[in-house]
């Protein structure tokens, strides 16, 4: 008897352990990486160059338009990650709004491609040489179907637009624009 209750303590205590590393294993952060390839639409002209170990893809900015960045998103972490969106506490840059982005399951070390959706506005409230980055973007995440989370992401490449001249920000006055 003494034999069967000890017998029953070890296999409680390993399936707790068990259960225990497995909770643990679902609520570690995801480990998500974005890369390319990468497609841009929602601007008239867009050129990618090299600035120290810095990749920059310039968007030419189009008032009142939406851009759409396309690019791979890497899931790194043991679990299956399903993107729900944008994190809604970020804040967004100067030019930018952060519209969304596409929400799809990614397998456990397995890449999937999203679309990040930037809305462009403010040049009104910009000197014409000023100009705004999108490098990082906080992802919404969900893994094992309860656990969810917010993972930064740094982009494959930091999105830059410039505040046009006046005659392309069809709202600015000859006020409104700081002199610069």
């Known amino acids: 008897m003494r034999a069967l209750r000890s017998a029953l303590v070890v296999v409680a205590v390993l399936a707790l352990m068990a259960g225990g590393a497995t909770v643990a294993l679902a609520r570690s952060t995801p480990d998500l990486v974005a890369g390319?390839?990468?497609?841009?639409?929602?601007?008239?002209?867009?050129?990618?160059?090299?600035?120290?170990?810095?990749?920059?893809?310039?968007?030419?900015?189009?008032?009142?338009?939406?851009?759409?960045?396309?690019?791979?998103?890497?899931?790194?972490?043991?679990?299956?990650?399903?993107?729900?969106?944008?994190?809604e506490e970020q804040a967004d840059p100067r030019l930018f709004g952060l519209a969304g982005l596409t929400r799809r399951s990614i397998g456990a070390g397995e890449s999937g491609e999203?679309?990040?959706?930037?809305?462009?506005?403010?040049?009104?409230?910009?000197s014409s040489r000023a100009g705004?980055?999108?490098?990082?973007?906080?992802?919404?995440?969900?893994?094992?179907?309860?656990?969810?989370?917010?993972?930064?992401?740094?982009?494959?490449?930091?999105?830059?637009?410039?505040?046009?001249r006046e005659a392309f920000c069809p709202n600015s006055t000859a006020t409104s624009r700081p002199p610069g």
């Open 114 to 126: 999203v679309t990040l959706s930037l809305t462009m506005g403010g040049c009104e409230t910009l």
């Open 36 to 87: 390319g390839p990468v497609s841009v639409t929602g601007t008239e002209a867009s050129a990618v160059f090299q600035v120290a170990d810095r990749t920059v893809r310039q968007v030419r900015y189009a008032d009142g338009g939406t851009l759409r960045y396309t690019f791979r998103l890497d899931n790194d972490s043991r679990l299956p990650v399903t993107v729900l969106g944008l994190d």
């Open 132 to 164: 705004s980055f999108v490098t990082t973007i906080a992802v919404r995440t969900r893994q094992a179907g309860l656990f969810d989370d917010v993972v930064e992401v740094a982009l494959p490449e930091e999105i830059h637009t410039g505040s046009p």
